[in-house]
């Protein structure tokens, strides 16, 4: 089995374009991300995926730039560039990484890849509102990625690539797992896809990073429950629809796991 890292993005952004490349603490956005990934345990390789799009050259040049294998698909069939980029690295299984999300929890994700394997499962991540966050990662195998492209439809193979087997629980091995209470801060949004969100970001990192160490999600959330006007600068925010529809579906796959316990 191979287990790598995917990190996927794109220069385009209909509330914020090239948030990619906003500076923090000044690194690219996507550089501070790619750094933070690189040092999972547990995990046999990273690789940045972007499409063929000549716009996206610059974050491929950052990924490239920090030594990341970077793999160009479709641009919007994501779901597909997943799939090929699997492929092109000979992965089993990937851990799905979202580019809007600098602070990714590397402690989550490597809990995740742990029970992911040791389930045997084809998809395993937290449900839930901790989804809001954006500090969370995803573990999925390859053949559930190839069985929701085959069996789905265009909606399936957007943004939300998870879908499929969320609608279709019954028809994958699903593991779930949780946030411990340090982490779990549903109403703080580390997300970024908004001028503001950007905002928040540069603050943490401002205050947390030294040139020898970049932020855990961990301190991120300390600074927060001790600064809470940091938690201000975006909460006013709507979160995407998309997101708030898949949190819904959690809920009876939660329930389907605690049945089976």
Not at 26 to 46: E, I, K, S, W, Y
Not at 106 to 125: K, N, P, Q
Not at 171 to 195: G, K, M, N, Q
């Amino acid at each position: 089995m191979s287990v790598h890292v995917v990190v996927t993005a794109r220069m385009a952004s209909a509330r914020c374009p090239g948030k990619a490349l906003a500076p923090l603490a000044g690194r690219p956005l996507l550089a501070v991300l790619l750094a933070r990934m690189r040092g999972a345990r547990g995990t046999d390789g990273l690789v940045f995926a972007t499409s063929t799009n000549p716009e996206n050259d610059a974050l491929a040049e950052v990924a490239a730039g920090l030594g990341v294998r970077v793999f160009r698909g479709d641009e919007d069939d994501v779901l597909r560039r997943h799939v090929d980029c699997a492929h092109a690295v000979g992965a089993t299984h990937v851990v799905r990484v979202t580019g809007d999300n600098p602070l990714t929890d590397v402690e989550t994700l490597e809990r995740l890849c742990a029970l992911h394997l040791s389930e045997g499962a084809d998809y395993t991540y937290v449900p839930g509102d901790a989804l809001l966050m954006g500090i969370l990662s995803e573990v999925i195998s390859v053949a559930a990625l190839e069985r929701s492209w085959e069996r789905g439809d265009a909606r399936h193979r957007s943004e939300l690539v998870t879908l499929y087997i969320k609608e279709h629980p019954d028809a994958f091995r699903i593991a779930t797992a949780s946030l411990p209470p340090e982490l779990y801060r549903p109403d703080y949004r580390l997300t970024v896809d908004e001028p503001e969100d950007v905002r928040l970001q540069q603050e943490l990192f401002a205050r947390l990073s030294t040139p020898d160490h970049l932020p855990t999600t961990r301190e991120a959330i300390a600074l927060i429950d001790r600064e809470p006007a940091l938690a201000a600068i975006n909460g006013h925010l709507r979160h995407k629809s998309a997101n708030l529809r898949s949190v819904a579906q959690d809920a009876a796959i939660t329930a389907a796991a605690t049945e089976t316990k």
